[in-house]
């Protein structure tokens, strides 16, 4: 990968889980306009890709990172 990873798994799960809900509103919902539901549908995607790499620029804009695990042995 390009990037190291900024998004803890427990988080790219609920990233994915909360992308698929974006994406799902306008369709169920359809009083959001075209507009709307583009944004909805378009902030989903970008949810859901995010999820899936492990990588968010927001995050790295911030400068967010992963703690390193460390090994049990010491070494």
């Avoid at 583009?38 to 927001?58: K, Q």
Wanted: glycine share 10%; with cysteine; net charge positive.
């Amino acid at each position: 990968m390009f990037y190291p990873k900024n998004v803890p798994n427990w988080e790219r799960i609920i990233r994915i889980v909360l992308g698929i809900i974006l994406i799902a509103i306008p369709l169920v919902q359809p009083s959001f306009g075209p507009i709307g539901a583009i944004l909805l549908i378009a902030s989903g995607v970008f949810t859901i890709v995010t999820g899936f790499v492990g990588w968010c620029p927001a995050c790295a804009l911030v400068g967010r990172k992963i703690k390193q695990q460390q090994s049990k042995l010491g070494s």
